[in-house]
């Protein structure tokens, strides 16, 4: 009797409880991008074993079983079963924008991170599912490129139209392969940078006895930040909430911008947006405040050639101090919309640095 290998670990995730699907895998440190996470274990089978355990699942989820498929290609002869009590790498889920990738190397499948990983993190990686049988697999993962199912990114687009195509059929309208497009510029929400998001979330809610709050304050962004953030599931742990103010009474009176100070520099500058950080994260009594203020489109008028934007970052500290970061972006040759977009972005990617854990006991 061959006795049963103890479950594979890694320095770089743990199990646990998944919101996702059932158990999950996590970032316990943070993981450099390139970095082989864990190896993807199970028995080595021939292709035709391989067909012959399919059969089985199929068998058996038509029967209620989840259908959980852990067959992966590992080369022209052999396939690995990953489905086996030993291969922990078979807790991490599928995502639509994964932080990993699987990956060929030491004549084993290994699960790699396709970029920086913030301790704390969901690890996933995208299953790479043919469409067919897509409604077998729905997917939760939440991200904005997500089809509702779990199916390889390169044949999403081939879900999303059998999905208007029976939209079509419902409503007893015609449906045309021909005149059916799917265009992901429809989804503003489609080109955020998912990662860094989830990277925030880790970073502010990963450890649930040490959340930071955030708060924001908004002008040339006009709420970009704060619809960006409202994506991330349960942003409610961490997320106090944002003001847009654009005028400078708004400014002045709802987050305690100094006039004379705003008005000298039409409240653009980099003093103005840490003064709007530092407001509204006393106004909204959040660990973190973040701010944005500039020029979304060239204004003659005021000799502003090429749009820019200031903003800022205030960490509330010991002792009433604050540790401020702040940038400036500039946007020449960017339309008012994609100012506005690069500045939401640049925006979140800075936090996700600022609020580091180990810089901010650095600065202590
Ligand atoms: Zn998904």
Redesign the pocket.
Known sequence: MSRTPAPTTSPWARRADSAVHGYGLYASKDIPKGTRIIEYVGDRITKSESDRRDEVRRARQEEGDDGCVYLFTLNKRYDIDGDVSWNTARLIN????PNCETEYAKGGIWISALRDIAKGEELNYDYGFDWDNFDEHP?????P??????VSKDQRWRVRREIARRKAEKKGREFTTKKWKFRPEQNPMAKVRWGDLMQLKARLAGDPKHIRTLAVAESLTSGQIQARIGLISGASTFFHGGITAYSIDAKVNQLGVDRAAAEACNAVSEEIAIQMAKGVAQAMEADVGVATTGYAEPDEAGGVKRPFAHWAITLKGARGRWQVTTGLVKGRNLSRVAMEARVADKVIAALVKAVHPAGRESQA
């Open positions: 599928h995502s639509c924008d997917c939760r993962c939440g991200a490129t997500c089809c509702g199912f779990i």
